[in-house]
């Protein structure tokens, strides 16, 4: 299914699958919730805690005004001490929800919007900012690969059948793949990773998917073993589908939790032309 | 009640009114859903979109990769094309959630932490990494002030009690004060503005209030008229209490839909260290 | 003379007029020392130090250890205590050498590279790092032009004849418009400035001027008059003829010192791709 | 001798043994240029071309706007497409000047400047800006260590002798031990490399000496084997005399011409309070 879902939303849409999150999606988030118990999905924000590509600078954050200042006998403003800081951080360097606008092939993006949308300036189409938050409910599917091997749709089924729930429209998978475990470790590799398989797509449509996450890098396995596509489900689903994905998740307390499916929130920060944004999804169980 | 909150969640505390929002507070959250609609309460993040002090920079959003590459023939991966990008931001630069660690007085922080605890490396003590995500009921009081008069516990009062709902621990209030507004049209001083004044903090301890957010700078009013103290809602909720302040809200949208309770979910970005973290706060009414 | 020096010093030429610059310049400016005495004509790199286009950030200068660090306690190395920082800056931002890469009409630049060798990894071709340190005899120009007008090439004859020295190939003009003095007096415009006009461009044809520079944004005067081209002697000089513009200059001491002719040293960073390095130049009197 | 030079030059001096280099300095400089053959000693500025602390991030250099952007088909001005461009660095992090106030010990820096003059608002004593372009005599040293053995003064003496020259007060010692050449083999180590030993400050004391470089991280031999102070010689050398190190110097040229003294022109950025400047320091042999 090519470009699956161009058109399916009108010629202007920027949202994608997220049109499948509609009240009653957003709602069975809410009945998900057990204990009311929020989980930050968010990996730390320091130099090293997140490996990335090297096209991305590692994250630094800079204090502007500390408390050493004030030791140091700076004057300050009366009966007031303050901290300010600031960060510098790659979109796509830290757990970052993607935009519409972060990938296209044969010069077209999602919605079939052409690449030259996206310049120095940003993305005038399918930026972060035109997201919004999302809020809808998630599987945790624990599928630990510790041989990189790819995850693909009897696993993702089997999991899901696992929970007691059926997935319906606008429903989020969140994938724990084992890697981020292993790369704090120190034993995993920077350049492969297990992740889904292109089986995985004809799930997102047929249960009508709008987000898939996981605690890797690119979500899909790599390599894929396609010679002719780089991230071929980046293409399938961000591009063709309009499908949203949510990387570097830390999922490790939903493993120890044994989650199964809950509401989730994601509000990415509204970076004018984004091709993603740094987020903390939060997972309330 | 000077430092009216240290010691009453634990000498190691680092939370804490947010310590008053447990599963009861979350679930009444919940239960003032009403659409199950999502509402971002972020500012867009570019260059000029919102104002700050003078020591903090611009955001600026850089693109590391884009369509333009590709138009200009920049070879790339086979079959695919993407754009990357990083953001420069001041964590205090646009809507954000300040950490306990960012304010001071007589060289002690929240629960008497020292200052000193807050260097060039960040806060070793109530960064905003320990802060988590916040997940309340949240009030929406509409009370703008055209001429920059202080909100003061008598409006606050009226307000909560319009809405039909009795606040209770853990609650968060969200204040309009018009000066968004105004900043936008071009027409708001940038070095004062309304907000509440000082009687409003015994309202936040009447009942027990974790956070309190606003459309401006400090969330207080600016000057304060204390000539002992910049800033003194911030010693007296940041500092003494523990109470979180959530700065430069966009709650226009909350506005024009009337809003009046609802759930709040803010998830700060887990900057190791921080004083803050910009964030997109959402508002599900 | 369109497209002057293209081809002049073969078809793969990335330094232009710098060729210009030959041991024998660079003995005339040795020459034209008289007391030994440098002066750096950068502006101080400090956020508002320099005015700058919207589309320049602040230049940012942020501590990552410092002397607060120590009095509060932070415990460092064996006996030593160090200062650390670094620099955000935008490299047209201050006083800085253009590269050729900064500009192009019609889709070519100097010596007829396309444009398309400028991608977001940076200008293939005649980037800043190909420039190396430029060593030449410069002359000083005083001119200052209290009500915005050009600076034409009457008034250059007339200053360089003034110095009682002759112009030879690969020598540098410096030209104070007097602009800076005014922006710091607070009475300058930043959309418009006294600068040289086209008539300059043929005594720099003639002469063989290497580099102009001012203190100014753009060396040129701003508005041109030129309703077909913005900047239209950044064309006819940086794109044409390879002619470097050294910009935001610092000159006031060289006027205070009634320099003449001296020895210029401008050593760019090497920026790999870069459009232009900041930089101090140093004039040697 | 402990804190030689404090109070030589007056209870307020800022720029130590830079007072060395007078006139006298300046011309024996210029007398010491054969060819007036200008080489950059810069490192090439792009991420993973200089070795760094981790506190220090690596340097992005990023595109504000380029030809990719006109090939997309945004709109610009009038006849000109133009490139403009950014830059992220530690002022340590490539080839740079550090500044007197980069080090201190026992609270006090050169001249007994408190440390607490150096917060998180830059240096208010002896930082960069008030350094100024450095134009003095040089000797280049060819002293290889691939073992990582200390280069001392024995060493340093007759590598001087064998110049032919009689250094003089103000002299500048650029020492190129073989790191950096290492370093881009692949085969330098990152924490550990050669570099003068104590015994050379002796001769720094004895010539008079205003600068000492290297093609290394910290100019001294690292560890230095003294287990109650990091970096011995920064401490002997800036704290203590006010002698200036240019570290990360790219001298591979230098070899390759066989130099020995020449002119050397050094004019750091006049970052306000920094630590440190990035520069590419000029020779013209």
């Given at each position: 299914?090519?470009?699956?879902?161009?058109?399916?939303?009108?010629?202007?849409?920027?949202?994608?699958?997220?049109?499948?999150?509609?009240e009653s999606?957003?709602?069975?988030?809410?009945?998900?919730m057990r204990?009311?118990?929020?989980?930050?999905?968010?990996?730390?924000?320091?130099?090293?805690?997140?490996?990335?590509?090297?096209?991305?600078?590692?994250?630094?954050?800079?204090?502007?005004?500390?408390?050493?200042?004030?030791?140091?006998?700076?004057?300050?403003?009366?009966?007031?001490?303050?901290?300010?800081?600031?960060?510098?951080?790659?979109?796509?360097?830290?757990?970052?929800?993607?935009?519409?606008?972060?990938?296209?092939?044969?010069?077209?993006?999602?919605?079939?919007?052409?690449?030259?949308?996206?310049?120095?300036?940003?993305?005038?189409?399918?930026?972060?900012?035109?997201?919004?938050?999302?809020?809808?409910?998630?599987?945790?599917?624990?599928?630990?690969?510790?041989?990189?091997?790819?995850?693909?749709?009897?696993?993702?089924?089997?999991?899901?059948?696992?929970?007691?729930?059926?997935?319906?429209?606008?429903?989020?998978?969140?994938?724990?793949?084992?890697?981020?475990?292993?790369?704090?470790?120190?034993?995993?590799?920077?350049?492969?990773?297990?992740?889904?398989?292109?089986?995985?797509?004809?799930?997102?449509?047929?249960?009508?998917?709008?987000?898939?996450?996981?605690?890797?890098?690119?979500?899909?396995?790599?390599?894929?073993?396609?010679?002719?596509?780089?991230?071929?489900?980046?293409?399938?689903?961000?591009?063709?589908?309009?499908?949203?994905?949510?990387?570097?998740?830390?999922?490790?307390?939903?493993?120890?939790?044994?989650?199964?499916?809950?509401?989730?929130?994601?509000?990415?920060l509204n970076?004018?032309?984004?091709?993603?944004?740094?987020?903390?999804?939060?997972?309330?169980?």
């Amino acid at each position: 299914m090519a470009h699956g879902n161009w058109g399916r939303w009108g010629s202007e849409d920027q949202r994608g699958a997220l049109n499948l999150v509609d009240e009653s999606a957003r709602r069975r988030g809410v009945a998900a919730m057990r204990r009311a118990l929020p989980v930050s999905l968010g990996l730390p924000l320091r130099a090293g805690a997140a490996p990335h590509a090297a096209i991305r600078p590692d994250v630094q954050h800079l204090m502007l005004r500390d408390g050493g200042d004030y030791a140091a006998g700076l004057p300050e403003r009366p009966g007031l001490g303050y901290a300010d800081d600031m960060l510098i951080v790659a979109c796509h360097g830290t757990t970052h929800l993607d935009a519409l606008a972060h990938v296209w092939r044969d010069g077209l993006m999602y919605n079939g919007f052409p690449a030259t949308e996206v310049t120095s300036r940003g993305a005038r189409k399918a930026g972060i900012e035109t997201v919004g938050p999302v809020v809808t409910r998630a599987f945790f599917l624990d599928l630990p690969r510790d041989d990189g091997s790819p995850i693909g749709a009897a696993d993702v089924e089997a999991a899901v059948a696992a929970t007691g729930a059926r997935p319906e429209p606008g429903d989020a998978l969140l994938i724990r793949t084992g890697w981020l475990a292993r790369w704090r470790a120190g034993t995993a590799s920077k350049t492969t990773w297990p992740g889904i398989d292109r089986s995985v797509v004809d799930l997102v449509d047929r249960w009508g998917i709008a987000l898939v996450g996981a605690d890797n890098i690119s979500v899909e396995v790599e390599p894929s073993g396609d010679p002719g596509c780089t991230l071929p489900l980046h293409v399938a689903l961000i591009r063709d589908r309009g499908v949203f994905l949510l990387e570097l998740l830390d999922l490790e307390r939903l493993a120890e939790l044994s989650a199964t499916t809950f509401l989730l929130v994601v509000s990415p920060l509204n970076i004018v032309g984004g091709s993603a944004s740094p987020v903390a999804p939060t997972a309330v169980l």
